[in-house]
């Protein structure tokens, strides 16, 4: 079966920190690989993705993920955490389909 | 530029009345998308639109009916709305390259 999994609900963090939020799906056929980002009150939109090629991807906002095949990961990572980076964030994932299946999120949250 | 909106920004709507949620777009993108956001669930697709003119039905689209009729809207209705349609619902847009979707910044249904 095809599912994206994200088993952190929550993840605080104190300011300055790095973080890393973890995403892993199962899948039978080649994938590509996102991580959107909602700020409080807003729609979702896209920090990186990973299409071809390297598997170290960078984003926006100093954020990266890096592709790891055999353990099925797609984990985001961000050195030094901000408190502007309070968000939800959610990592999606296409089955060869051209459509996006979302994982349920990770809240983020920055302890000053 | 204004992207994507939609209307209205929030509703409460008695159990069975009929809504049509609006969404509109200023980017020419060929391919919409309706989502609903549920807390622990993350975003599932309803329905989809690859071009004007053609619909598609994503993951939950029971109760939801959608049209194409150019390439700037996708509105989504409800023709009898349940409890369980209560949710955030998000309306998005990706150009030829799809694999970047562009969000609106929701609505809030309540139905009652």
């Known amino acids: 079966a095809q599912s994206v999994t994200q088993l952190d609900s929550q993840v605080p963090v104190f300011e300055e920190a790095p973080v890393e939020l973890r995403c892993n799906y199962s899948?039978?056929?080649?994938?590509?690989l996102f991580w959107y980002v909602q700020y409080p009150n807003q729609g979702l939109q896209l920090l990186l993705k990973y299409l071809s090629g390297s598997t170290l991807v960078k984003g926006i906002n100093g954020f990266e993920a890096e592709f790891n095949k055999s353990q099925t990961s797609f984990h985001l990572r961000k050195p030094s955490v901000h408190i502007s980076d309070t968000a939800e964030y959610f990592c999606?994932?296409?089955?060869?389909?051209?459509?996006?299946?979302f994982g349920t999120g990770t809240r983020l949250t920055i302890i000053p | 530029i204004a992207g994507i909106t939609q209307a209205p920004t929030s509703q409460i709507l008695a159990a069975g009345r009929r809504m049509t949620l609006r969404c509109t777009q200023d980017?020419?993108?060929?391919?919409m998308y309706w989502y609903r956001q549920d807390l622990g669930l993350g975003l599932r697709l309803i329905h989809y639109?690859?071009?004007?003119?053609?619909?598609g039905k994503g993951e939950v689209p029971d109760g939801y009916s959608v049209s194409r009729a150019n390439t700037d809207d996708f509105p989504l209705t409800l023709a009898s709305a349940v409890p369980s349609q209560t949710s955030v619902y998000f309306c998005?847009?990706?150009?030829?390259?799809?694999?970047?979707?562009?969000f609106g910044p929701g609505t809030r249904l309540l139905v009652l």
């Open positions: 980017m020419r993108h060929n391919a």
């Open positions: 639109s690859n071009t004007a003119g053609t619909t």
């Open positions: 899948s039978s056929v080649s994938v590509y």
């Open positions: 999606a994932v296409s089955f060869g389909n051209e459509k996006l299946t």
């Open positions: 998005a847009s990706s150009d030829d390259s799809w694999e970047t979707q562009y």
